[in-house]
């Protein structure tokens, strides 16, 4: 899509350029004062004669200008999925941030006491766990047949853990 969008515009330009070429327009720099004064009324040195509207510039600058405002218009829709995302972005670090002070208010609950207590499902909750476990800012311990929180930098013993998780 990009590349069509490019080919249109590289069209443009120098559909552009051709029709300013035909017009007879020369650009310059101004002149001394001896070769204007030579030239008499045939130079209108009194500035811009009147204001031009949209429908009186040329086709192809028409053209330019409204595809100018549809690619902007399309790159904006392109940009709204990434601020979304970003958006959803900022509530998993939110439930990562209740968990993570869930555990330290609680070492040693289980992800069921997590889910209750935060209110967040449970495939929600060990989801976040293992991303936890991932960024090491939790250790994950199993025995028997429940799964114990507890923070990475807490300072118990796995005994000391296994004593607490059943207290």
Do not use: H
Request: hydrophobic share 40%; proline share 4%; net charge positive.
């Amino acid at each position: 899509m990009w590349k069509a969008s490019l080919l249109f515009i590289l069209v443009l330009s120098t559909v552009g350029t051709a029709s300013a070429d035909a017009g007879g327009y020369t650009v310059g720099p101004c002149p001394p004062d001896e070769e204007l004064e030579k030239l008499g009324d045939t130079v209108d040195m009194s500035g811009a004669d009147r204001t031009l509207t949209f429908w009186e510039f040329p086709l192809s600058f028409k053209i330019a200008y409204i595809v100018g405002y549809l690619i902007a218009f399309i790159s904006f829709f392109k940009l709204v999925p990434i601020v979304l995302g970003q958006i959803k972005n900022i509530n998993k670090y939110k439930k990562r941030k209740e968990i993570i002070n869930y555990v330290l208010n609680k070492p040693g609950c289980t992800p069921s006491e997590i889910s209750k207590g935060l209110n967040i499902s449970r495939g929600s909750v060990r989801y976040q766990l293992k991303a936890l476990k991932g960024e090491e800012k939790l250790t994950l311990m199993s025995g028997g047949k429940f799964t114990r929180a507890f923070q990475n930098s807490y300072v118990l013993t796995n005994n000391e853990k296994n004593n607490d998780s059943t207290s």
